[in-house]
């Protein structure tokens, strides 16, 4: 593993598991205090329609992928706000109709669609320059709007109708924070894919909930036990050839059975 250090493609993808790790345990909390995980899969097969008609159109999938997040997060908010529709059945509808877009111009493309199962799977080892920047400015912006806004949008995360009530900008901040999680959901495909972002959007937060039940401790220990569980993913995946992407979930998983198996030892005791 350290020889691998000195190749700049391996150099990418440590730098972008570690601030990728952070942004996703910061994303994360505010869907799991949400109540809204299923969010989190609604935009990821959301983003497949944009992938399917960016490769059609010849454009970049990841901008178009990015539009499609942006504006299906934003149609969920729209529909259970305005209509009265069930998040998660608005969800739902958003799920199908990315997954249908996507599949349609997939097939219409054609030719064979390159990299289409890195978006599915994910491949940490295609990492650019470019896309460390996106992540790195994202991540900070994330991280400024928390040290800014940090307890309106806890109370906004926890009790909507109590933050009305007490005059916080709740549609402002709900809005804000919506397009922040697409965002970071389409810059998290090429890290760990469609299949399992999911999953390192809520397992982290599963884990710090054992030990903690305020939001800003939760998600400090999220970032910690994220960062930890992705390092330890890729240095695996390098030791035994596996893909990375899978490590990262596994490892968090295990780590999620160890906590909650001592969490239950040490109350029996």
Known sequence: MFQLLNYTFFQNALIGVAIISIATAIIGTYIISRRLVAISGGITHACFGGLGLGYFLGWNPIVMAGVFAVASSLGVEWMSSRYKVREDSAIAVVWALGMAVGVLFVFLTPGYVPELNTFLFGNILTITRT????????????????????KVIEACAFDRDFARVAGLPVRTI????????????????????????????????MIAEIYCRRFMPMMRLSVAVSLATSLAGLA?????????????VLVMAVVFLLARGANALRQAL
Request: aromatic share 6%; hydrophobic share 70%; net charge neutral.
């Open 236 to 248: 695996l995946s390098t030791a035994i050839d596996v893909p990375c992407s899978a490590l990262i």
């Open 174 to 205: 709900t809005l804000i924070m919506t397009v922040m999680v697409a965002i970071g959901v389409v810059l998290t495909i090429r890290l760990v894919g469609v299949m399992l972002l999911m999953s390192m959007l809520t397992l982290p937060q």
């Open 131 to 150: 896309d460390l920047w996106a992540f790195a400015i994202f991540t900070a912006l994330l991280i400024l709007l928390f040290i800014a806004k940090g």
